[in-house]
């Protein structure tokens, strides 16, 4: 009898289906690893995160990530957050505070002075012997969308506190209605399927095809100007998707908050209601100028709700209109017990001698003078202080001063200086030259520029930072700007030497590699300028300003006028340079001067004009440029050019020989060309 053979049991359905679903979810799954490994193996994208792994320190220190806003932004167009170095494992007597939020936050125009610098030095005034550390996770450009990833980030990194000023970026911000950085108001969750896909490298080669095709057309960062098309009306419907993103990212924020265990301290945003007027829309212009007409007359409270009332109406929407801040003080009152909310604008209305914020707290719209940012850190750090009281930590010091904490910081004459030239120069730009009362804030700012200058003491200012600097001798920021202001005053050896001190302490800014580079070359240290700006190239390839000063270095051209260029020089390659300059950035004048000035020495006077026209039509004050253009256009015989460029130079040098020959040699042939001939 033939054995009989047992059949083998048949697999059951649900096992049939388990392989068939591990098989459609595994194979992908493999394949989008290889794939993953392969783009990271040949060197393609970048980290995501906010803060990576620093190559310099051990135990796992971290320092920024230049190109987190990547995710959020074209890298041209992308801001870099503040230098920041910070140990995974904070010491036992240290109180670790993170502060989120936009340029505002971060301290535009000037971080040195900012927001969170003071608030450390406020702490730490009030609680002697305690250490504070305050982070700076503020970045300019940015709003809630990106805000959310880096406190989901920080809540991995043992904070105490976390400071919440947000708000004004978020019309005009990545995704809002009103951006220019890429596609507007997509649905919520594809956004962020999106953000969560461009942390692998696979997505970040995937969104470069439609990133190309949407706004990174190789503009650099203009500032606020760019968004001059982009006027919306209070009553747009696109608003409302601004309004409801902000609520949801507002309240992941606090979740991820509770979930970390840490207290935070947020706050409505405030805006210059009093010396701000609207950059757009005739209906907010009218409010305003209603504002002011009630306040004239003594009617504080009316006047208030006007000027509100025109922030609400302003089409160019770069402040946080009622909606969004009352979203904010919802959200911050109905939160659970590890929030505390201020109205951080009535606070500072209160605080203003009219009543009404404006040009004692704010420089423009919505960036602080320094008195403004002691004001809004004090209220943040008595709401920190209250919290630590309260666990024990009960505070045994005085609350400083502003004049107190400006000598902490080393806030001097020639500081205040700098920072007031740099407000005024922006606002001579588009929007804020479009203001109702622009002449007037203009006006103003150039007084006290001028008194400043006036009362300025070296000596007085070089004592306060070397004072400051006994009290943190390892504080970058003092070393920075000691630094610079020594070498504005022509002391550039002492300078550079500053400089060094401040790259120690922060090896990976490109912005020092750049400065020092820029310095060296003043004091005519031409090779070391070379290594110096090639190493602020190599961490930031697209910085028109460093190739610029590199060509420099490069062919060893003096700063002064009359000295002679380094003999040794390499003008061929300094052109190609000055070249990668004017490409990375077309408006970079200087750029096109130098181009202009290598191709007279080449010969190539067409093209030198050219370059010299270029560079006058984009910073008509540029130093022999407009002298240089001259030259060139009488060269080519283009007289009627060259008359309106020699009587401007004879407005502004009535004295200059040279220039009253070319006057009276251009005006003779053109009566010659208009006689008639025989």
Not at 468 to 474: E, H, I, M
Not at 522 to 545: I, M, N, T, V
Request: proline share 5%; hydrophobic share 40%; with cysteine.
């Amino acid at each position: 009898m033939e054995p009989q053979l047992s059949e083998k049991p048949k697999p059951s359905p649900v096992r049939i289906w388990l392989l068939r679903l591990a098989l459609m979810l595994g194979v992908p799954a493999l394949l989008l690893g290889v794939a993953e490994g392969a783009f990271r193996l040949a060197g393609y994208g970048h980290p995501t995160s906010f803060f990576v792994a620093s190559t310099h320190h051990e135990n796992g220190a971290l320092i920024e990530n230049a190109k987190f806003a990547w995710s959020f932004l074209p890298p041209t167009l992308a801001r870099a957050s503040q230098p920041t170095l910070l140990r995974r494992e904070k010491a036992s007597s240290t109180t670790r505070v993170f502060m989120f939020g936009e340029s505002a936050a971060e301290g535009d125009p000037e971080p040195a002075f900012g927001m969170p610098r003071l608030l450390e030095v406020l702490l730490e005034g009030r609680f002697p012997g305690r250490d504070f550390e305050v982070i700076n996770a503020a970045v300019t450009a940015i709003n809630s969308h990106a805000i959310l990833q880096i406190a989901r980030e920080c809540a991995g990194l043992d904070g105490d506190f976390w400071v919440l000023y947000i708000g004004h970026n978020e019309v005009m911000g990545p995704f809002g209605a009103g951006t220019v950085f890429g596609r507007k108001t997509p649905p919520l969750n594809t956004l962020r399927l999106g953000l969560s896909l461009k942390q692998l490298r696979l997505g970040q080669w995937v969104a470069s095809f439609s990133d190309s095709a949407e706004n990174t057309d190789g503009r650099q960062w203009k500032g606020m100007g760019m968004f001059l098309d982009q006027q919306l009306r209070a009553d747009d419907p696109q608003l409302k998707w601004v309004y409801d993103s902000y609520r949801k990212n507002l309240s992941d924020i606090l979740a991820e908050s509770r979930q970390a265990g840490v207290h935070v301290v947020m706050s409505t945003v405030a805006s210059n209601l009093r010396d701000s007027a609207p950059f757009a829309g005739s209906d907010a212009v009218e409010q305003f100028q209603r504002a002011r007409s009630l306040e004239a007359k003594g009617k504080t409270g009316e006047a208030h709700s006007h000027y509100v009332r025109a922030l609400d109406l302003d089409a160019l929407r770069f402040r946080a209109d009622s909606k969004l801040n009352a979203i904010t003080q919802a959200l911050g009152q109905t939160g659970s017990g590890n929030v505390t909310f201020i109205d951080v604008q009535a606070a500072l209305d209160a605080e203003s001698p009219s009543g009404i914020a404006g040009r004692e707290t704010f420089y423009e719209h919505v960036h602080f003078t320094f008195e403004g940012n002691y004001r809004l850190a004090k209220l943040f750090a008595e709401r920190i202080a209250s919290r630590l009281a309260s666990g024990g930590d009960k505070p045994s010091g005085p609350w400083l001063t502003s004049g107190e904490c400006a000598g902490h910081l080393a806030y001097t004459d020639w500081d205040r200086g700098v920072v007031l030239a740099s407000v005024i120069r922006r606002l001579q730009q588009p929007p804020f030259n479009h203001r109702l009362n622009n002449d007037e804030a203009l006006g103003q700012l150039r007084d006290e520029a001028q008194r400043v200058t006036k009362r300025l003491d070296f000596t007085v200012a070089l004592a306060t930072y070397d004072k400051a600097l006994k009290a943190r001798p390892n504080d970058w920021r003092l070393l920075q700007r000691r630094g610079l202001m020594l070498s504005s005053f022509g002391r550039h050896d002492e300078g550079v030497a500053s400089l060094k001190r401040a790259i120690g302490q922060t090896w990976w800014s490109r912005i020092l590699h750049y400065q020092l580079g820029a310095m060296q070359n003043k004091a005519g240290q031409y090779g070391d300028a070379s290594a110096s700006l090639s190493r602020a190239l190599a961490l930031q390839p697209d910085f028109p300003e460093a190739s610029t000063q590199l060509a420099r270095a490069r062919a060893g051209i003096p700063y002064r006028l009359g000295e002679k260029a380094m003999d040794a020089g390499d003008a061929t390659g300094a052109l190609g340079y000055f070249i990668k300059s004017a490409q990375l950035d077309d408006t970079f004048a200087e750029a096109h001067f130098q181009i202009g000035a290598r191709r007279v020495e080449s010969g190539l006077i067409a093209s030198a004009t050219a370059s010299f026209e270029r560079a006058v039509a984009l910073k008509p004050d540029l130093p022999q440029a407009r002298f240089n253009l001259v030259t060139g256009l009488l060269k080519l015989e283009r007289y009627s050019d060259a008359l309106r460029h020699i009587e401007a130079l004879a407005t502004k040098n009535p004295r200059d020989i040279q220039v009253q020959r070319y006057l009276e040699f251009v005006r003779a042939k053109l009566r010659e060309a208009a006689e008639p001939q025989r």
